[in-house]
């Protein structure tokens, strides 16, 4: 059989955004780890991370190349798409854009949004991707969650939802109040997981004054929330969640939550939010573009025509790799694609799922999934691939770049 139109919904393409050294490589990182895609936890100032393979990029300390990594959690399938956050690669960034349908921003509780934050925050803005925020590094001296979501607020102007309540400060944060299943989840030194128990007496009272104002912030804007809050002048764990994910898709609020990756403290939490909240490839609009001169689209149906983004060439030892979002229909092993920016057709030898230790060999890529082939001579990062009979030209037109060779 060639098509499975099931399991779309668990697919969620995310990104982590942000500016340099607030510490998207380590969440990164800590998310493979936690996912259990790797066994070692890399270290970014030891150059054993896995998103950051080019040396290059090690030596300087900057995400250069964006890397697709996929991981699984809780029954879904989390691509990972490794945006650079250094300002001097904004079309890396905007190309990763395309491809993403959802993106963690992460900030420096210290430092709050910064400049570079703020023009990645702006592009995702454009591209309509819906974002959840993590405030990182929790542990450090001056490490302040409201005041960095006030300055969320007011430098990026989103309306943020504050699904947590940080447990102890700077050197002593140790774990979250989850606000909406008011629970605690504690890391205590060393463990690899968080322990979940009751709210701690201390923080009873302010636990419950935040969720009243989550409530509220949540009811205002949410019709079904609004009722049943009027009606019991609450909400279920249940529905704030499904209001919670329905603004997020719809880019009406942003999720925070915070914690220190470097101590691998808060990651879970972020991962079972990516799953709630973040849309997954059947929850965002059919990609549109132009078919012999027409507007047309396609939508995340894996039995449309076939289409897909290439968005990073990179060669590798393994040779030269393509990878592509496909956007709708089923792209087989060894099926001949027509390059819209050639103007080409070429065969795609092999199509893999990059794991950040291995590849795994596919014999297709369904509508909404991010894969990487090999098999492509002349495809750049930009170009629409698409079945031969059926051409459709993504929208805005692909910008060719060189190839990027990895040593
Ligand atoms: P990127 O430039 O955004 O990819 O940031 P990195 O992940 O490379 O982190 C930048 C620096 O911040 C590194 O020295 C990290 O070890 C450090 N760092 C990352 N996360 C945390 C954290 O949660 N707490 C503290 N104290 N340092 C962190």
């Known amino acids: 059989m060639r098509t499975r139109t099931s399991n779309l919904d668990l697919i969620r393409n995310l990104g982590i955004l942000a500016h340099v050294d607030a510490g998207k490589t380590t969440v990164t990182e800590r998310i493979l780890y936690a996912t259990g895609t790797t066994h070692k936890r890399g270290e970014v100032h030891d150059g054993t991370t896995v998103t950051d393979f080019d040396p290059q990029e090690r030596d300087r300390g900057i995400t250069i190349f964006a890397a697709a990594v996929s991981c699984g959690w809780d029954g879904h399938r989390i691509n990972l798409i490794d945006t650079p956050g250094h300002v001097d690669f904004a079309d890396e960034v905007e190309r990763a854009l395309r491809v993403l349908d959802g993106a963690v921003a992460v900030f420096d509780a210290v430092a709050g949004v910064e400049p570079q ?36 607020r007011g430098r990026l102007h989103p309306v943020p939802l504050v699904v947590q309540l940080p447990i102890g400060s700077e050197d002593g944060f140790t774990g979250v109040v989850d606000l909406v299943r008011m629970r605690a989840l504690v890391w205590s030194e060393g463990a690899e997981a968080a322990e979940e128990g009751p709210v701690p007496d201390a923080l009873r009272e302010e636990a419950a004054r935040r969720r009243r104002l989550l409530e509220e912030a949540v009811a205002e804007r949410h019709p079904a929330a609004l009722e049943e809050f009027c009606d019991r002048e609450t909400l279920t764990a249940d529905t704030l969640v499904s209001a919670l994910r329905d603004l997020t898709r719809g880019g009406d609020g942003v999720v925070v939550l915070c914690g220190s990756a470097y101590r691998n403290r808060g990651v879970e939490p972020l991962l079972d939010a990516v799953v709630a909240y973040l849309p997954s490839p059947l929850d965002v609009p059919p990609v549109r573009g132009t078919r012999d001169g027409a507007r047309d689209e396609r939508p995340a149906d894996p039995r449309a025509p076939m289409t897909a983004l290439a968005f990073k060439v990179n060669a590798t030892p393994t040779g030269r790799l393509t990878y592509l979002r496909v956007y709708s229909g089923t792209l087989e092993k060894g099926d001949t694609v027509w390059d819209a920016g050639t103007r080409r057709t070429e065969r795609v030898a092999r199509i893999l799922r990059v794991r950040a230790d291995r590849h795994d060999p596919l014999e297709r890529a369904v509508a909404g999934d991010i894969v990487a082939v090999v098999g492509l001579k002349a495809a750049r990062a930009g170009s629409t691939l698409c079945a031969p009979g059926d051409p459709l030209v993504l929208e805005p037109p692909g910008v060719a770049e060189p190839v990027v060779h990895v040593a």
């Open 117 to 152: 934050s703020e023009s990645v925050w702006r592009q995702a803005d454009r591209h309509g991707v819906p974002r959840i925020a993590f405030v990182n590094k929790m542990d450090r001296a001056g490490a302040d969650l409201d005041a960095a979501v006030d300055s969320i």
